[in-house]
């Protein structure tokens, strides 16, 4: 028996493993380490170049070890060990290759008895695996009175992108927009407004008229600190009720909202629940008490503060020598009655990564607490930049809006259209034109490590080759003209037997667990590298293999596959929250 549970190890992390094959292919090998070579993990990849097979492991370098021989003779080991367990003929070809690797080649047949399942799957891809499971995943978070900026972009779209992979899953997803809407910037704002506000603006512009004023107070707070003194008695004002200063927060809050609205509409967003830091207020002197009480928080010159030094972190402030609350204070009010309310299994935050250590204080409070361990997430975002690589910002008090830059995406879009197919209608180029520019400006973000600073490159954004989202979006339209010539009908799959519709197949099969790595790993981007390796191998195997004009039996065939292929892409670039078009 083994002395501790099997492990596979998923370490590539633009080919994954194709989750069927691989699940059989275990059993193989698993039956070889019970009987030959008890204790031991495997790890089992595909490899980088085709040449080395389907499957490949390094089992035989730990073998060497405990069994003191070669590599290669540990490896020879195993390749008789896994001959003689196939009885069912799954592996036509295992090789052994120096130092000690075994290569696995796949029947034909096996890999034909793949596609009849994908073919017969309703929902390929998708999944149970989160049935009975519910998760909020919290994302965007703009604050109001400010323009939603590139920042707020990336949070936006990866947010959205992994609570569609989530719900491909079986999750309940609760999609949840934390809005900013509360904290001493609010009171600079209001003392600003009562200095120099403008109603005719605030209706006209009311985002653009609300920036000035913050920065206007944030520049002469800089030259007398009086400007200080003044935000926070404003805000202090405000905690307490003050009607005054009630009514304009609630104006603020009114037309920023509208503004995000149409931002959201753009991008095709849409929130389940709109819920900002100002809705916890009540919550908040019940949720100190019980700190104080329990022993959690203590007094330090006036403030409430959490030790977390033994945990390797600074101390927690939740509130303020004055009685004013922190965005912890609020984000612990927040769980607390997400958690009652909702009794979700999973908490996700998408927000940038520069606020990391307040997640790391926050979930350790909240553990202290009670709330749970390991239900809550901090999915971290890096920086837009330009092609210079710098961050993406103008001078001083102002901020590159994401409406500005959705409005240029649709400019340039909208000439390469009318450059590629003029002869299509105005109201048909524009509706292309912006699934195309969205898309673009959706799958440049996704199609790249959340961790990782981006580069906002125009060219290669807009692009249709290469990595980007007009080369799927393209790839997916020209498999669909294939498609509309001729449907798909009742196929046999033993006739798909040369390399190319068998890699294709085993491209196909590696479509689930690209999802689900997506979501176990809260990175999108393995999806998206995964969709562009199948735009790849589909394009490449069209060029290659007629499929009109093949024999009856073999073009029945190749439909299939191709519709597969397309019904593959489609869904994955949805979940990415990138549209598709049936013709461009």
């Known amino acids: 028996m083994l002395s501790r549970p099997l492990r596979l190890c998923l370490s590539l992390p633009s080919d994954l493993i194709p989750i069927i094959l691989l699940l059989m292919l275990s059993e193989k090998i698993q039956k070889l380490i019970e009987a030959e070579f008890p204790g031991n993990d495997i790890s089992v990849t595909v490899p980088e170049v085709q040449t080395h097979g389907h499957f490949t492991t390094n089992l035989a370098f730990s073998l060497a070890k405990k069994e003191r021989m070669s590599p290669m003779q540990a490896a020879e080991k195993i390749k008789s060990a896994v001959i003689a367990e196939d009885p069912e003929k799954l592996i036509e070809k295992i090789e052994v290759a120096a130092p000690g690797f075994v290569n696995f080649w796949l029947t034909p047949k096996s890999i034909q008895d793949i596609f009849a399942r994908i073919s017969q799957s309703k929902n ?115 905690e307490n009720g003050d009607k005054g200063n009630r009514k304009l927060w609630e104006l603020f ?4 909202l509208k503004d995000f609205d149409k931002v959201y509409k753009m991008l095709g967003v849409k929130f389940d629940v709109e819920i900002g830091e100002s809705f916890y207020e009540s919550h908040l002197k019940p949720l100190t008490k019980s700190l104080v009480k329990d022993g959690i928080a203590k007094r330090s010159e006036g403030a409430l503060i959490i030790d977390l030094e033994k945990y390797g972190l600074p101390r927690a402030l939740v509130e303020k ?42 979930f350790r409070v909240a553990e202290m607490l009670g709330l749970g361990k390991d239900k809550f997430f901090h999915v971290g975002t890096a920086l837009v930049l330009g092609p210079d690589g710098k961050k993406l910002s103008t001078r001083e008090g102002k901020t590159i809006f994401i409406e500005d830059i959705i409005n240029e995406a649709l400019s340039i879009t909208r000439e390469i259209v009318k450059e590629k197919n003029s002869s299509v209608s105005a109201k048909e180029r524009e509706k292309i034109a912006k699934v195309v520019a969205i898309g673009a400006l959706k799958y440049n973000d996704l199609s790249q490590s959340r961790l990782s600073n981006i580069i906002f490159d125009w060219n290669k954004m807009l692009s249709f080759e290469g990595d980007s989202g007009p080369y799927l979006q393209y790839t997916y339209v020209r498999l669909k003209s294939i498609l509309r010539k001729m449907r798909p009908s009742k196929f046999d799959p033993k006739v798909l037997a040369l390399p190319g519709e068998l890699d294709l197949i085993l491209k196909l099969d590696r479509f689930p667990e690209a999802i689900q790595k997506s979501a176990e790993t809260f990175y999108p981007h393995y999806l998206a590298q995964y969709l562009y390796d199948l735009a790849k191998s589909a394009s490449r195997f069209y060029e290659e293999h007629p499929v009109l004009k093949a024999e009856s039996a073999v073009r029945k065939a190749r439909l299939a596959l191709i519709s597969c292929a397309a019904d593959a892409l489609k869904t994955g670039l949805n979940l990415l929250g990138v549209e598709t078009l049936e013709r461009m």
Not at 165 to 186: E, P, S, T
Not at 322 to 350: C, E, F, M, P, Q
């Open 321 to 362: 020598s004055d009685g004013a609350s922190l965005y912890l204070t609020r984000d612990l009010a927040n769980i607390k009655y997400r958690l009652s309310k909702y009794k979700t299994d999973k908490i996700i935050h998408v927000v940038g990564q520069e606020q990391s250590l307040h997640f790391q204080q926050f």
């Open 253 to 256: 809050r009114k037309v920023s």
């Open 124 to 238: 390929f891809g998708k999944s149970k695996v989160g049935d009975g499971r519910k998760i909020i995943v919290e994302y965007s978070s703009p604050n109001i009175a400010k323009p939603m900026h590139v920042g707020h972009f990336r949070a936006t779209i990866i947010g959205d992108a992994l609570a569609n992979i989530h719900k491909a899953l079986g999750y309940k997803v609760i999609r949840w927009n934390y809005l900013g809407d509360w904290g001493v910037q609010f009171g600079k704002l209001t003392a600003a407004y009562k200095m120099w506000g403008d109603a005719k603006k605030l209706k006209a512009e009311p985002i653009k008229h609300l920036l000035e004023l913050y920065v206007r107070f944030s520049a002469q707070a800089k030259i007398n600190p009086e400007f200080e003194n003044l935000g926070q008695l404003e805000f202090k004002k405000l």
